[in-house]
């Protein structure tokens, strides 16, 4: 290896913390007990102490950087479904067949899978999902499978960055708005969102819902594939071992959409229109140990103003160009799980922001609604 390849290696090797998830859960389930709480620090407090040490990461790379030059960077990504899909199932297997433990520690062993299909997994997905290749793309399509929530893809490419910070997006979380309450309203509204889109695609290509094309028939035969896998190897409660894991990631991706956007809106320019998105519209967090640990997710201020952009080539911005999270998301995903708490903490943060981008904007019922703001509201 030259000396210039080894320099990019080493600058991409930090975003491969994410490794540090798998002897934790493999010692969880040999050990049992209350040892499932290993890869559940490692995920939630770990990173947010490792952030003080840290600190802050402003460096911006150059955004032309040729894509071979990312190779170190991108192949976590390439290879994580066939890491996540084979410590899944081989829980399943151990848990069902092996160990001798209590229902509750076989619970809180696939929640500690589950913190790392979610923190780990849909995040790598969800970079996956934002590229042109096919390979890139199916990958995508798999981890979303094994945490069953195919849907993701369609409501966040075609829903989530169209709409957000609209009242059109469930994804985008209101004002003042609990997690509780968020959470049953994206599962309520986001299938039947991201179908809706597919299948207004689909119509404007002159084609039925029920084309093949439509790529819901390969979400559910992927997630179906997926059920019939876990219990053809632990049987029922392999089956229920397996939904409780999809359940804590999707849990955890949806703590952290909540935060990302909390109380922030695009304005509305009068029939049903609004401005362009902009960095200002996303929370920005620039902490450097979470960002290796979530492939700079935290840079959402640049992810939502430029799709296309691959994570290591992310830039970060200043307050003076978008709203500042005081902290790293596994921190504010833990305060979010106690909403009176998350609101006193961050409604203070969202009025400022109102004031620093929307001054002129002095009646603000319409947006802490989500109601199509009316022209008072568009000033």
Known sequence: MSPK???????????????????????SILWGGWWFMLPVAYGWWAFTLIDFVTGLSDDNPDTETPLKDLFWYRLITLIWFPIQMLTILAAIWWLTSHAQLQWWEDLGIMFGVGVMSGVIGIVYAHELMHQK???????????????????????????????????????????????IAYFGRVLRDCPPSAFRAEAAMLARKGLPWWHRSNPFWRYGALQLGMLALAFAIGGGWGLALFVWQGFVAFW?????????????????????????????????????ASNWLMINLQRHSDHHYKPERRFPLLQTYDATAAPQLPFGYPALTTLAMFPPLFRRYMNPKVRDWRRQFYPDIEDWTDYTQHRTPSPKGAS
Not at 144 to 151: C, K, P, W
Not at 260 to 288: C, F, I, M, Q
């Open 133 to 179: 290749t096919t390979a890139e793309r199916w990958l995508a399509d798999l981890i979303l499978a094994s945490v069953l929530y195919s849907h993701f893809r369609s409501e966040h490419l075609q829903v989530h960055h169209r709409y957000v910070g609209t009242p059109r997006d469930p994804v985008t979380a209101r004002y003042n708005e609990g997690f």
């Open 252 to 288: 955890q991706l949806e703590l952290t959409n909540y935060i990302e956007h909390y109380g922030l809106t695009r304005r509305h320019l009068g029939d049903g229109k609004y401005e362009p998105v902009r960095p200002h519209h996303s929370w920005n967090a620039s902490h450097k």
């Open 5 to 27: 390849q080894f320099r990019k290696l080493a600058s991409a090797l930090p975003f491969w913390v994410s490794l540090g998830f798998l002897p934790l859960i493999y010692l």
